[in-house]
């Protein structure tokens, strides 16, 4: 089962106002139904804030009904196999996403996506890695696949960088960047996804 991580990192000895910022518990859960609001306003920012990272224009992302939302939240927190999570601060504020789900078009695959931390909460003491170590358990408790990927742009060597430290490693497959087929993305696997767990 997955339940809710905490992320408490503060930096000692710390000080100054970025620094208390970060000294912090983040809670990450599962989205729950009814928060489409919350997810069309983290989407909407990601996609403006980080354009090149998705495969979808803030322009059409804005221009779904409310419907679409309300769909999408329903989906991503009952779906056996298909989840987003949500990482919160001490105020209850959405500070970040990542999601996991199989691949439709490619059997034996899943993949983690939508993976966002706002501004003020990036860095080593922000919830980036508790929300894809939830995303990557998500997908090995409860998808069948084999393998677990992400794309990442050719332009974020940020993204990859962080990945890497994750553990993934460039499988060496590129993929046309949907909103602009003259980039690609570089498509990172998990390659101890199915390794046994455990001590």
């Given at each position: 089962?997955?339940?809710?991580?905490?992320?408490?990192?503060p930096?000692?000895?710390a000080v100054g106002?970025?620094?208390?910022m970060?000294?912090?518990?983040?809670?990450?859960?599962?989205?729950?139904?009814g928060?489409?609001?919350?997810?069309?306003?983290?989407?909407?920012e990601a996609?403006?804030?980080?354009?090149?990272?998705?495969?979808?224009?803030?322009?059409?992302?804005?221009?779904?009904?409310?419907s679409?939302?309300?769909?999408r939240?329903?989906?991503?927190?009952?779906?056996?196999?298909?989840a987003?999570?949500?990482?919160?601060?001490?105020?209850?504020?959405?500070?970040?996403t990542a999601?996991a789900a199989?691949?439709?078009?490619?059997?034996?695959?899943?993949?983690?996506?939508?993976?966002y931390?706002t501004p003020?909460?990036?860095g080593?003491?922000?919830?980036?890695?508790a929300?894809?170590?939830?995303?990557v358990?998500?997908?090995?408790?409860?998808?069948?696949?084999?393998?677990l990927?992400l794309?990442?742009h050719?332009?974020?060597?940020?993204?990859?960088?962080?990945?890497?430290r994750?553990?993934?490693?460039?499988?060496g497959?590129?993929?046309?960047?949907p909103l602009?087929?003259?980039k690609?993305?570089?498509?990172l696997?998990?390659?101890?996804f199915r390794?046994?767990?455990?001590?």
């Amino acid at each position: 089962m997955i339940g809710k991580k905490n992320a408490r990192l503060p930096r000692p000895g710390a000080v100054g106002p970025s620094a208390m910022m970060r000294i912090m518990k983040y809670d990450v859960r599962r989205i729950e139904a009814g928060e489409w609001r919350e997810l069309r306003a983290i989407r909407l920012e990601a996609l403006a804030d980080s354009p090149n990272a998705f495969g979808t224009s803030h322009g059409a992302a804005a221009a779904l009904p409310d419907s679409a939302w309300r769909e999408r939240a329903a989906r991503a927190a009952t779906a056996p196999d298909d989840a987003l999570f949500v990482a919160l601060d001490e105020t209850g504020t959405w500070t970040g996403t990542a999601a996991a789900a199989p691949i439709p078009d490619i059997p034996g695959t899943a993949h983690v996506h939508a993976v966002y931390v706002t501004p003020p909460h990036r860095g080593p003491d922000g919830p980036a890695r508790a929300l894809m170590d939830t995303a990557v358990d998500f997908a090995r408790a409860h998808t069948a696949c084999a393998w677990l990927t992400l794309g990442v742009h050719e332009d974020n060597h940020r993204a990859r960088a962080f990945y890497r430290r994750l553990g993934f490693t460039d499988t060496g497959k590129r993929v046309p960047y949907p909103l602009d087929p003259a980039k690609v993305l570089h498509i990172l696997g998990c390659p101890d996804f199915r390794a046994p767990q455990g001590g």
